[in-house]
């Protein structure tokens, strides 16, 4: 009944939603699972690989490359951004956009994992949508990634004030738990986009956190005349946690300078005829 269920949506829904319904549906059934009212999540016992590749092949045509501006907040728009977050919002969106951790990574890190003094944040545990603390998805998740000094001043300020609980966690709600993503959202980034008028049709630009790690990468890329760091792709790949180097050159390959621009052509042409005219 389910793959029926999942072969009907595919008619006429794209394959994001079909993995957001089915995903939903396998959440509903893992609960009436622990309160015994059904023996099995039969969507769990999916053949998912079935059509996963054709599924992420689907993906990509009906998305297209990530565009800044679009995808990816400019750097202007970040620019834009900083002056107008304030309270412990501020050092959460902004160790976002400067380290590109996933939102569950985010939701997960604890002070013992942060080390000021060396400027790393040491990548070692997520919280879930659930909120249920773990590892990360991958052995490629744990990872150690720079900060850059605003973010270390930054993280020195909120230390002291952050409130505390049982996990010893950067970013807990107000109580010390784990902060639920949907509070970040909407009371955290998303007004501070409409306060710096990041918006599109009266609302937040960018509906999600995920456009700050889609930043940093960018960022990671550029070159350094640009305002970038200029990373090389195996670099960056550690850096976003990818648990293979192929993902991060599908998702952000177009994105790295390009080496056969107009001027340096025109160098290597000059280069290469005087090399012609040189005697042998």
């Not at 834009?80 to 050092?91: D, E, T, V």
Request: with cysteine; proline share 6%; net charge positive.
């Amino acid at each position: 009944m389910v793959r029926t269920f999942e072969d009907k949506l595919r008619e006429d829904r794209s394959p994001a939603m079909v993995r957001k319904a089915i995903g939903s549906l396998g959440a509903i059934l893992a609960d009436a699972q622990e309160r015994g009212l059904v023996r099995q999540n039969v969507v769990h016992a999916l053949r998912t690989r079935r059509t996963r590749g054709k599924e992420r092949r689907a993906d990509r045509r009906q998305k297209g490359k990530l565009k800044i501006g679009v995808d990816i907040p400019a750097p202007d728009e970040i620019k834009a951004l900083i002056p107008h977050l304030s309270g412990r919002w501020r050092p959460l969106v902004l160790t976002a956009t400067f380290t590109g951790l996933r939102a569950s990574e985010l939701r997960g890190l604890r002070w013992v994992d942060v080390d000021l003094r060396r400027g790393e944040i040491h990548v070692r545990q997520r919280a879930d949508r659930f909120n249920a603390i773990g590892r990360p998805k991958s052995e490629a998740g744990e990872r150690t990634v720079p900060m850059p000094p605003m973010l270390i001043g930054t993280l020195r300020e909120w230390k002291p004030v952050c409130p505390k609980g049982e996990f010893g966690l950067v970013f807990p709600s107000g109580a010390g738990a784990v902060e639920s993503l949907s509070n970040i959202l909407q009371r955290g980034l998303q007004p501070a986009m409409v306060a710096a008028g990041l918006t599109r049709h009266g609302h937040a630009k960018y509906s999600g956190l995920h456009c700050l790690r889609h930043f940093y990468a960018s960022w990671c890329i550029n070159r350094r005349v640009d305002g970038g760091l200029e990373l090389p792709l195996k670099v960056v790949q550690d850096r976003m946690g990818h648990s293979s180097i192929q993902i991060t050159a599908d998702r952000y390959g177009h994105l790295f300078p390009r080496g056969d621009d107009s001027a340096e052509l025109a160098a290597a042409e000059r280069m290469f005829l005087d090399a012609c005219r040189s005697p042998t």
